[in-house]
């Protein structure tokens, strides 16, 4: 039986569009004679994502497509992706100054699964805004890759300490020391339906592909 490693790396292929949403698991309840609200908040959060390429000409890159799209099989593989427009901070982060790694060193120890700061160490001392709001983050590789969104701007204390405010929540608790990549940061996607396809307009060379994703990875 024939198996492929995932996640799969899509192709380099310039996309038309990207599209990242964001799914939060919140219940709103409204009183039928009183339209009071009760809010309740439940810890589901999760990326969401939609490519559309441009009609693709090259056939190279059509039969790139379509074998990326075979060997996802549906919604049984991942893939590794990331923001177009995200591919480097917006703050002051400086390769030459700032080593960020997580610190899970405290007691009790801190960046437990579902956390939604993540604390860090290796940055410059007293640093300022060394993230911004929108900036993106990485945690992990291959099957634990994960994206998170920075929520407020990121300043380090005089030990080179910070602590990040992201959005969604930690999938699992990383390894004391491991990386935090800032530079073209990807998440792992897996397809949102078993159905996929291509399209050939009759008479024309060119062929059309999208592709539909939620975060994967999730524990």
Not at 66 to 78: D, K, V
Not at 91 to 104: A, E, I, K, Q, W
Not at 144 to 160: E, F, H, I, N, P
Request: proline residues 7%; contains cysteine.
């Amino acid at each position: 039986m024939v198996s492929y490693s995932y996640p799969l790396t899509a192709p380099s292929v310039s996309p038309e569009r990207v599209v990242i949403g964001l799914e939060s698991r919140v219940a709103v309840g409204v009183s039928e004679f009183t339209f009071a609200e009760d809010v309740q908040v439940h810890p589901g959060r999760r990326l969401m994502l939609e490519i559309r390429w441009p009609p693709l000409q090259d056939v190279a890159d059509i039969r790139a497509m379509e074998q990326f799209l075979l060997r996802l099989n549906g919604m049984e593989g991942t893939f590794l992706y990331g923001e177009p427009r995200r591919t480097a901070p917006a703050g002051n982060y400086d390769s030459g100054l700032d080593t960020p790694v997580c610190d899970t060193a405290g007691s009790p120890a801190p960046n437990n699964k579902g956390d939604r700061v993540l604390y860090t160490r290796g940055w410059r001392n007293s640093g300022t805004n060394l993230l911004l709001p929108g900036d993106v983050l990485q945690l992990g590789s291959g099957a634990t890759t994960s994206l998170q969104k920075v929520m407020t701007a990121v300043d380090s204390d005089g030990s080179g300490d910070a602590a990040i405010d992201i959005w969604p929540g930690l999938r699992r608790q990383p390894s004391d020391g491991s990386a935090i990549v800032l530079t073209n940061p990807v998440g792992l996607w897996r397809q949102a339906t078993n159905r996929q396809g291509w399209a050939h307009e009759p008479g024309d060379l060119r062929t059309g592909f999208r592709l539909t994703a939620v975060e994967a990875g999730i524990q």
